[in-house]
């Protein structure tokens, strides 16, 4: 089977209380020709906490509905998540009609370390002290602010199948984020939306 490439880059912005993300995909499709047209589709979130799952899924489904689509979440269809989850996922998809399933692991996310900053840095004169400072005492005793962190950098796969469970379309999201979850999945669903629907896989 021959894999067409195709680089894209698809930039979406999300501002909610004042934070703000920016997701870019890289796709590939694995398929010669399109497939028909998707009617259905199952949208799932690979992820060791449901809270995370159930969250990420809530907030996109909206965002694929706009499409025209039926969307089922698979927190709710599929609840348990396990080694045979792809299997679960298809055949709940074969079962109720479903002919697209996206599925996004989340999981690297959840495992990455935070940005943490470096070594702690007490106070200038050495109290014992749980507050840490904004800044630090340079050498003519003059303050000199602490760098601010930089936004973290975070990739994770997505993958669209059939209903049989056959891949269809591959991505990598790569999401340069704030701080809040929400603006993160709004941001992500609609880039990885407007990459499929680029590669004529959603209407």
């Avoid at 499709?29 to 799952?53: F, G, I, W």
């Avoid at 599925?103 to 200038?124: F, I, Q, Y």
């Amino acid at each position: 089977m021959r894999a067409l490439f195709f680089p894209l880059t698809v930039l979406a912005a999300a501002a909610l209380a004042g934070c703000a993300s920016t997701t870019q995909v890289t796709t590939r499709t694995v398929t010669d020709t399109p497939p028909p047209p998707a009617t259905t589709l199952l949208l799932a979130a690979q992820s060791p906490e449901s809270d995370t799952r159930e969250t990420w899924e809530l907030t996109c489904r909206p965002i694929f509905a706009r499409t025209g689509i039926t969307v089922h979440l698979a927190h709710q269809e599929v609840p348990f998540w396990d080694e045979d989850g792809r299997q679960a996922l298809s055949d709940w998809a074969g079962e109720h009609g479903a002919d697209r399933i996206l599925l996004v692991d989340l999981t690297r996310l959840l495992m990455s370390a935070p940005n943490l900053p470096g070594d702690r840095e007490l106070n200038p004169l050495n109290q014992d002290t749980e507050v840490q400072p904004t800044w630090r005492l340079g050498l003519d005793g003059q303050r000199i602010p602490k760098a601010p962190l930089e936004d973290t950098e975070d990739r994770f796969p997505a993958y669209l199948m059939d209903g049989t469970g056959a891949s269809l379309w591959y991505g990598i999201a790569r999401t340069h984020e704030a701080n809040d979850q929400a603006a993160i999945a709004k941001s992500q669903c609609r880039a990885l939306r407007d990459s499929l629907r680029r590669d004529g896989l959603l209407p």
